[in-house]
């Protein structure tokens, strides 16, 4: 596609659900990065992926928070047992080699638990 | 722990009038990136300052980087309706330029 696709655009779940958010990058971009943004703050890393295997995992918050890639395209972010706090706007980035300042993100997920 | 401040949080400034945005970083960071996001949307690339005393102007904003004060301004000059959005610095990481730190953003709003 033309840019990152991430869907869906908005998912409303119930505390305690388990949720898929998904991310398409750019075609060819071997680098995918997800963030969070909760309301009124900056984007937050999560992790990034180089290809299939997730090159830095530091800014997953707990144990909760899982993402895989498994042929270096797509990418899921799982959400299990879901909190209100978890409640942001997940976005998705993607880029050629493994720069962050050369990404393109995507319009985000707004995930909200109710 | 590195740490991006940007000032003020909330601007609201009418047409035609001038303002900077300060971001602030606690790093020895030798390299700035400056987004917009509006309402709903993605984050846009605007400058990207790599060395100390860089300054990029793209219309009316001009952003510069003083890495010895750890500080960045982005200059609105003569602002117009069409730039009201958030605008946020982001300062790499870690040394590989893997992951950005984000400021918490500057949401202007421009007034007519």
């Known amino acids: 596609g033309a840019g990152v696709s991430q869907t869906p655009s908005n998912k409303v779940t119930e505390k305690g659900k388990y949720v898929e958010l998904r991310c398409d990058p750019i075609s060819g971009h071997t680098a995918l990065y997800w963030y969070r943004q909760s309301l009124g703050q900056g984007p937050e890393f999560l992790i990034y992926f180089q290809g299939t295997g997730a090159a830095d995992d530091s800014g997953l918050p707990n144990d909760r928070f899982f993402a895989v890639r498994p042929e270096g395209s797509v990418s899921t972010l799982k959400i299990q047992r879901t909190e209100r706090g978890d409640s942001a706007v997940y976005l998705c980035?993607?880029?050629?080699?493994?720069?962050?300042?050369?990404?393109?993100f995507g319009q985000g997920t707004r995930l909200t638990v109710v | 722990e590195l740490k991006v401040e940007q000032n003020p949080l909330f601007l609201s400034m009418q047409e035609g009038k001038n303002y900077t945005i300060y971001c602030n970083y606690s790093?020895?960071?030798?390299?700035l990136y400056w987004y917009r996001q509006d309402p709903g949307k993605s984050l846009e690339s605007l400058f990207v300052l790599l060395s100390n005393g860089a300054v990029k102007q793209e219309g009316r904003l001009m952003a510069s980087l003083d890495t010895k004060a750890r500080l960045s301004t982005l200059h609105i000059t003569a602002a117009v309706h069409d730039l009201s959005a958030t605008y946020f610095c982001?300062?790499?990481?870690?040394?590989?330029?893997?992951?950005?730190?984000f400021g918490p953003g500057t949401r202007l709003s421009v007034l007519p």
């Open positions: 980035a993607s880029s050629f080699g493994g720069a962050i300042a050369e990404a393109f």
């Open positions: 790093t020895t960071s030798d390299r």
């Open positions: 982001a300062v790499e990481g870690n040394n590989y330029g893997q992951n950005f730190v």
